[in-house]
């Protein structure tokens, strides 16, 4: 028992890893369990951190966590960089919004109006503006907006250097597949799986299907736009991100499907919309088209604290669309309830507990949760989490 | 020199092992040197076996090989199923030609009606028996007319078979790459390398590339149609080729390129073409994106028979958009020539001594071609074709 841990992550993803890096860095002992790191949404994911153009009507605490893991990022990317060596591809050039049609133009409005209108950073621009910023814009386009503050990063560079992290961190990365919680032996339990926390939890994790197409641009060079480009085009709506490596990712379809396959129809739509408001990219290699499932849930909001009934259990997952911009506040706060058993108000929102208790899945597939006692090394808020099977039920909300 | 083949074939594409195949039955001792057999443009080709569709103004020589090939081919694949047990799919359904708008359906005609003046089977389609034959033809498709002798066979499932009958037959295949015709020591060679015939032999080969796209139909099943469908939409030419296991071919793009990377342009095009043309498209999976080389000729039409200056140098390449169909002419008459000396009349508008004769690459490059005597298991016309390398040019010319 003196080896056990204090703490298990279950999930290799941005979530996961940046969870057990920043618990290994307060001096806890982390595992973390995944046969393929860094293999689920985050592989398909475009790395946008939009806080403010994926503000949408309704979504008003969703949005005010986007914008404070947004705030995190510069820092926790330094950070990341500096322990590791490794770049991930922050860059701040800035999101441009833009309208295709006419009636793009005016659906994008009525939103830019509402981001406005919470306070969020857009900025209209003439069409000339507009131009100057990217003139490889398809003269078409009827106008945009700039998101100053919506950045972007590489998921697939920022998966590699948080695992580095997390190892110099001193935490233990175990390859291989959590099929029930009763299978892992940690005073705490961190739930990270993504789609997998379903079958782990029973919590209303579903796979949101998305589509996306990779692009290069040709002949070795950087592609020929800058900015992050989110658009309407004839009733499309897509986005183009640029990597400094010449990638363009080009996505993404929202489906309601669990399936991985790559269909002709959402290929063509993406590539249809890429070219109506960028040109120059039907130029560009088509290097990959893939698919990948986001961990949706039904108000569209991660689930981020301990599981009702579940003593020592934690969920960090239903991070749908937003989980690389979500991974820097997602660990900051996981790792300070984890230590210090302390709930940030942020997090309130995004309890578990505001969805039904799950069916006893738990004490069902799950009997052997182990409840030993806490050693020496571990802090107070670790032993309770993981020892109070007896507790009553809110004391296991921490909110 | 008793092991001195009596043929040596550069190329394992269907041209190159249905000539070796054709040579071994002959009693020829055969070897196929091929680093990588069906690798080149046949992995590409969807496989249409078109000479009625493929019947262009002012190529009336081609069209009466492709003809005449195309004539062969049931026999021929009934032949090398029986040969190898493998199945190679060819199928009769025969194809759709078909315009999408009135001016598609306009330019379409024109060309049916060029087919239908030299005699070919075209019979145009009201729309009613249009869509009586491929209900899942768009409702917007304007006109067709089938070419009902235009059939289909799997060029990825031919060159298997191809090779397993030319080596069961006798023939060798060497896994190594011809740099040089002064490798090769054989009393014939026939250069059957596609593009690559262009740096050995210093023909006017070039290379045509060509994008292709690979659909599925989704749950496993056939597509939903069963024709060869060939359109214009929007001006764009399209085919789509259905597969009994489900696999749909969409091609092709005619580029005067000699890379092989896949553009979104190409991709884009093809798959808008294809979904206009057949809606349910939209909903196959996408699994291939492709592009290959066609060995391209000044003349569009192949390069068949002896090389001037290059005693017992055969050339069968430069069979542009038309490798598979012209496969069992190609290997017939070939091997013909091989055995008996003789040119059939077929074969002589398409001789190599039609083009300008090549700069002196071949005695600078390839200065040390064997011409050592003939053994008694060689036909006379192998011998000749192998060992007179002072006779007049044309003596060589064989036409």
Redesign the interface.
């Given at each position: 028992m003196l080896n056990r841990p204090d703490v298990a992550v279950v999930g290799a993803g941005p979530v996961g890893l940046a969870i057990a890096w920043r618990c290994a860095q307060r001096g806890l002992r982390v595992v973390v369990h995944d046969p393929a790191p860094g293999s689920g949404a985050s592989h398909v994911a475009a790395g946008m951190l939009a806080p403010v153009a994926e503000a949408y009507f309704g979504e008003h605490e969703l949005t005010g966590l986007l914008t404070a893991s947004a705030a995190r990022w510069p820092a926790f990317a330094a950070e990341l960089t500096a322990a590791t060596g490794l770049d991930v591809g922050y860059r701040s050039e800035g999101t441009l919004m833009v309208g295709l049609t006419a009636d793009d133009l005016a659906e994008a409005r009525r939103l830019w109006a509402y981001q406005q209108g919470i306070g969020l950073p857009v900025t209209p621009l003439r069409p000339s503006a507009l131009r100057d910023r990217e003139p490889a814009l398809a003269p078409r386009v009827r106008g945009g907006a700039l998101a100053a503050t919506d950045h972007q990063v590489d998921p697939r560079r920022l998966v590699p250097a948080l695992r580095v992290a997390a190892e110099r961190a001193g935490a233990t990365l175990v390859p291989v597949a959590v099929r029930s919680l009763s299978d892992v032996d940690a005073h705490v339990t961190v739930v990270a799986a993504g789609c997998g926390a379903a079958a782990l939890t029973g919590l209303p994790v579903r796979p949101v299907k998305g589509q996306v197409?990779r692009?290069r641009a040709?002949g070795g060079g950087a592609p020929g736009f800058r900015h992050v480009i989110r658009g309407y085009a004839d009733g499309e709506h897509v986005y183009l991100v640029p990597r400094d490596d010449g990638e363009v990712v080009v996505g993404a379809t929202v489906e309601e499907r669990s399936d991985t396959?790559?269909?002709?129809?959402a290929?063509?739509r993406l590539?249809?919309a890429?070219?109506d408001l960028l040109p120059e990219?039907?130029?560009?290699?088509?290097?990959e088209?893939l698919a990948g499932l986001r961990p949706g849930t039904p108000d569209n909001a991660p689930i981020l604290g301990p599981l009702a009934g579940r003593p020592g259990v934690l969920a960090a997952t239903g991070h749908h669309r937003h989980g690389i911009v979500l991974t820097p506040v997602t660990a900051d706060l996981i790792a300070e309830l984890v230590v210090t058993g302390a709930t940030d108000p942020l997090l309130a929102p995004f309890t578990p507990a505001r969805f039904a208790t799950p069916p006893t899945v738990g004490p069902a597939t799950d009997p052997a949760t182990p409840a030993g006692p806490a050693t020496s090394a571990v802090p107070a808020a670790v032993a309770r989490l993981g020892h109070d099977p007896s507790a009553p039920e809110k004391e296991h909300t921490w909110n």
């Open positions: 197409v692009l040709p396959d790559v269909s002709a129809g290929v063509l590539l249809r890429a070219v990219l039907a130029e560009y290699d088509l290097v088209t």
